[in-house]
């Protein structure tokens, strides 16, 4: 299935658990590069800016080509336009398969567009090929982009391919259900919250029934939407105003109406924010621990959104000095800590992050700039007393 040469692709991820071994102190600079020399792979682009600017080059290439077939084309069968962006879709995955195979490009940018553009291009043929009434089938379209997104990431091992497919197969669901169910609005996020649940433990155990590393990075991605989908899908501000913009109503007083089972809703805003940071650092799950502050972060607004009990200014004092007081004695508890939650460094976290960001903060704080040192003179004086001028008495 993956269009890759899997020796070729070995070497990338070796490349890059060496690259993280040698940020982490583990092996020298010398050792990485003599490893690096040793592994023939594919071409990567590794600097997130330099893969944007190749990205845009990808997407000025590809209009370049369809608008010059445009051009010809239009101009013989006039009538043929919908042939034209089936072409120039078979284009763009034509393009990305002869990038992969032949030029070995893997996350360049350049694919990167060829891909989403030929996603983007079948996207709007099926929309028109199946109309109805001037108004595109918007599920036909969905499930294609769900089925096709997911297809090419098994292919291509694409990041933003998972989360296309991701979202697309979220957003069929959940229009299947508000569509073509009688109740589909109210039992909505009862789906949701269904299906988030069973999309995060089969990616759990997939990623923990891992051989190989290459579909490692989609899983984690599909395991962190998962968790976001979990708690937006129960999220009592985002049920309640969800449900109201999908009744099509209008506000009476400025204020939504109150939901069904908002007691439920209420419980799962407050308590799922502390499940999450529990069983994170129960089970070292970092990327569950960030979810969780954010969704902790999201409960607050939510509760804020319906009840002010406080003042803003009087609110985030006292929200600040409990964070503080909590971020002080969990460092003092686990600052000593060998084993389990600890606030010992992580070597694999960049260990001089921290002393380059101290040494930024003084430098713009007070002005410090490095002792420059004088350079001497290139004349060299000789001798002579105090009122010699430097000369002696020879000639």
């Known amino acids: ?52 600017g190749f990205f845009i080059l990808g997407c000025m290439l590809y209009s370049s080509i369809c608008g010059f077939i445009s051009l010809f084309g239009l101009a013989i069968m006039e009538n043929a336009y919908l042939f034209f962006i089936y072409l120039f879709a078979a284009i763009g995955f ?6 992969s195979q032949n030029m ?3 996350g360049f940018g350049l694919d990167d567009a ?17 109309e109805q ?18 297809i090419a ?19 069929s669901l959940a229009y299947i259900t508000f569509e073509y169910l009688i109740i589909g609005k109210l039992i909505l996020p009862f789906v949701m919250l269904v299906f988030s649940g069973i999309g995060y433990f089969f990616s759990k155990k997939k990623l923990q029934n891992l051989t190989v590393p290459y579909y490692s990075s989609g899983l984690k991605l599909a395991k962190g939407f998962c968790l976001i989908l979990f708690y937006l899908a129960g999220n009592y501000y985002v049920v309640r105003e969800l449900n109201f913009s999908l009744s099509g109503e209008y506000y009476y007083n400025g204020v939504s109406p109150e939901i ?27 990327m569950m621990l960030w979810i ?22 009087v609110a985030l004092t006292i929200g600040g000095l409990v964070l503080f007081a909590f971020t002080y004695f969990s460092i003092k508890k686990t600052k000593f800590n060998e084993t389990g939650i600890t606030f010992k460094e992580d070597r694999f976290a960049n260990p001089n992050a921290f002393a380059n960001l101290q040494v930024l903060v003084a430098t713009s704080q007070f002005g410090i700039k490095p002792e420059a040192k004088v350079e001497e003179s290139p004349m060299k004086f000789g001798g002579g007393g105090f009122s010699g001028g430097g000369s002696g008495g020879g000639f």
């Open 1 to 52: 299935m993956i269009v890759y040469d899997k020796t070729l692709l070995d070497n990338v991820y070796i490349d890059e658990e060496a690259k993280r071994l040698k940020n982490s102190g583990f092996i020298s600079n010398e050792q990485y590069k003599f490893i690096g020399n040793q592994l023939p792979r594919l071409k990567s682009q590794n600097n997130i800016f330099i893969r944007i």
């Open 94 to 99: 034509g393009a990305k398969e002869y990038m």
């Open 104 to 106: 070995k490009y893997f």
């Open 114 to 130: 060829f891909i989403l553009g030929a996603i983007l291009a079948l996207q709007i043929a099926v929309g028109l090929s199946f």
């Open 133 to 150: 009434n001037y108004n595109p089938n918007y599920l036909l379209v969905i499930i294609v982009t769900a089925i096709v997104s997911s």
């Open 153 to 171: 990431y098994l292919r291509y091992l694409n990041l933003s391919l998972a989360l296309l497919a991701c979202f697309s197969i979220t957003g």
């Open 260 to 286: 069904p089972f908002a007691i439920f809703f209420w419980a799962f805003t407050i308590s799922v924010p502390a499940l999450y940071l529990f069983y994170s650092l129960r089970n070292k799950d970092r």
């Open 292 to 313: 969780g502050f954010l969704a902790l972060c999201f409960a607050i607004f939510t509760i804020r959104m319906y009840h002010h009990v406080l003042p803003p200014e």
